[in-house]
């Protein structure tokens, strides 16, 4: 299952970053056809997968959730605080898209941590602090076992899981996924790689246009 998870997204993004010339994102993630009607007529639509409602206590210890990523885009992403293989690259990359939308109210970032037995809100306030991190544009979260790995898998569509077998007990993919304004996955990109993220910040660029009408 978790090969499965890694692969589809894989060729998401591939789907996603083809065309660097999209005037339009792709909506990722699984759809089913529903029946309307309009003026009378039945025609066929898509519905999409969307992010469900979430509550989480963020690095300040406030209580956050979903209604505080309405009517804007965010980058997401799964970590914890003390992993030493590709967190530290991630969040390095993670930092560069923040600092280019630094204090844009329309932009925000979401980071879970994985580790719920000692990443307390009081140690992601540590986390956030070495980064320089300030404010709440970008949320360090903390919830429970089932809530973080839950929403990773069905849908975020990352893998992260507990696992015995690995020196730290914990494994994550290093994926930062682009959700819009109606919670929709837009993009997936590998934030290990700084080409895929630069290509994030490209396509952060086209939703916001598509969202705002504008860009940074």
């Not at 890694?6 to 792709?26: R, Y």
């Not at 280019?100 to 306030?125: A, C, E, N, W």
Request: net charge neutral; hydrophobic share 35%; proline share 3%.
């Amino acid at each position: 299952m978790k090969k499965v998870l890694f692969f589809v997204l894989l060729s998401l993004f591939f789907n996603s970053c083809s065309d660097t010339s999209l005037k339009k994102l792709p909506i990722l993630g699984e759809r089913e056809p529903i029946e309307k009607t309009v003026n009378g007529k039945v025609i066929i639509d898509t519905l999409y997968q969307t992010i469900p409602p979430f509550t989480y206590f963020n690095q300040d210890s406030i209580l956050i959730s979903d209604k505080d990523f309405d009517n804007k885009i965010y980058v997401t992403d799964f970590f914890f605080t003390s992993c030493n293989t590709i967190c530290p690259i991630m969040h390095r990359n993670m930092l560069n898209v923040y600092n280019k939308y630094k204090g844009d109210q329309k932009v925000k970032f979401l980071s879970h941590t994985i580790d719920i037995k000692y990443d307390l809100p009081s140690r992601l306030k540590k986390y956030a602090t070495k980064l320089g991190i300030e404010g709440n544009q970008w949320e360090f979260v903390h919830g429970s076992r089932d809530s973080i790995f839950n929403i990773a898998a069905k849908s975020y569509l990352v893998a992260a899981y507990e696992d015995n077998t690995d020196p730290q007990g914990l494994v994550h993919q290093g994926w930062f996924i682009l959700v819009d304004t109606k919670k929709q996955i837009r993009g997936a990109y590998d934030g290990t790689k700084e080409d895929q993220v630069k290509q994030l910040m490209l396509d952060m660029d086209i939703l916001l246009k598509e969202e705002f009408g504008d860009a940074k």
